[in-house]
């Protein structure tokens, strides 16, 4: 391609379109913000663990799975006996839930509590074990293969709705608009369970001081059960709209890690940050599909995320929100 060409092609087509097509940039930008909702919930499980223990979960992304495959195999199980429906549907839910809560008791007593003082970087790699003991647990309960979410007896609509808009028509799923209420509603929760609840208050104590929050009477285990089982559940939820949206399978583990950008955009230890973060990552890569993609052969949309964060670490590698570390010698 001539310099020339490519550098209209870069530079200036892509706005021109922008402002010729304006309907198509709505749509693209509402399903980037439907991509950045979902990717801020799941940067919220990394977060809210990490400012608790200061343990980076790298499992995060494979608890999304087991979340999801455990539901799934739930259902599966009671529509063997004969019991389907939502009733059946929001019963495994809860089962799943209860799942979750196991696995973080599980790991309070046989992972952070016999490494506790240990450093970082052991426990990270707590966390890397913890993933493929995971999957190789799914596996072994549900298999390899792709499964279908139950999407239908949970309730979650199905169809689109169409809007003229701006000369233009914007088609909205009804699916992704219940995935960003569902997840906006999650983030709310999450933000105000931080900032106003008694436990909270303890989570965010823990996250300044464990030897102030100890010296103040408040217990490393039970804070880290909680924000475990809290994870767990930002898993399930996130699970079900992913797996909605693209069935439940392993590969699911690939999205859940492009919470790692945003997490460099927002910081590790900001709700707010994993919020604008996941936004910025979730709205910046379709516009980057959408408008410079063809100029790379299409694709981008698997690694532009980590370019923009990679760019970001060069000028704010505290990230937006995070806190600055000022070492004095």
Do not use: C
Request: zero cysteines; a neutral charge; aromatic letters at 12%.
């Amino acid at each position: 391609m001539p310099k020339g060409s490519l550098l209209h092609g870069a530079l200036i087509k892509p706005f021109v379109d922008m402002v010729d097509l304006p309907d198509l940039f709505v749509q693209t930008i509402w399903e980037g913000f439907v991509g950045g909702v979902l990717y801020a919930l799941i940067a919220l499980g990394f977060v809210l663990i990490f400012k608790a223990s200061g343990v980076f979960n790298f499992a995060q992304g494979i608890m999304v799975v087991f979340a999801g495959l455990t539901l799934v195999g739930v259902y599966e199980k009671f529509a063997s006996f004969g019991f389907t429906g939502m009733i059946a549907a929001y019963l495994a839910v809860i089962v799943a839930l209860g799942v979750m809560f196991l696995l973080a008791v599980a790991v309070e007593r046989v992972v952070l509590r016999p490494l506790v003082n240990q450093p970082d970087i052991i426990l990270f790699m707590a966390t890397f074990g913890l993933t493929y003991l995971l999957i190789g647990l799914g596996e072994t309960i549900f298999g390899g293969s792709a499964k279908v979410m139950i999407a239908d007896q949970l309730g979650l609509p199905k169809g689109a709705i169409d809007f003229d808009i701006l000369g233009g028509r914007v088609t909205l799923q009804k699916l992704d608009i219940a995935a960003a209420v569902i997840a906006v509603a999650m983030i709310a929760m999450l933000a105000f369970f931080f900032q106003y609840t008694r436990i909270g208050r303890a989570l965010r104590a823990v996250a300044d001081s464990h030897k102030a929050a100890l010296s103040v009477g408040i217990s490393l285990n039970q804070i880290w059960i909680i924000v475990w089982f809290t994870a767990g559940i930002v898993a399930l939820i996130t699970g079900i709209m992913w797996g909605a949206r693209s069935d439940v399978s392993f590969g699911l583990q690939t999205i859940a890690l492009k919470a790692l950008p945003v997490l460099i955009l927002g910081g590790f230890t900001s709700v707010p940050g994993a919020i604008v973060g996941g936004l910025i990552i979730g709205i910046g890569e379709k516009i980057g599909e959408f408008y410079w993609g063809p100029l790379f052969g299409n694709g981008i949309e698997s690694w532009l995320a980590y370019v923009i964060a990679l760019a970001f670490l060069m000028f704010r590698p505290q990230g937006l929100f995070g806190d600055k570390i000022i070492e004095r010698i």
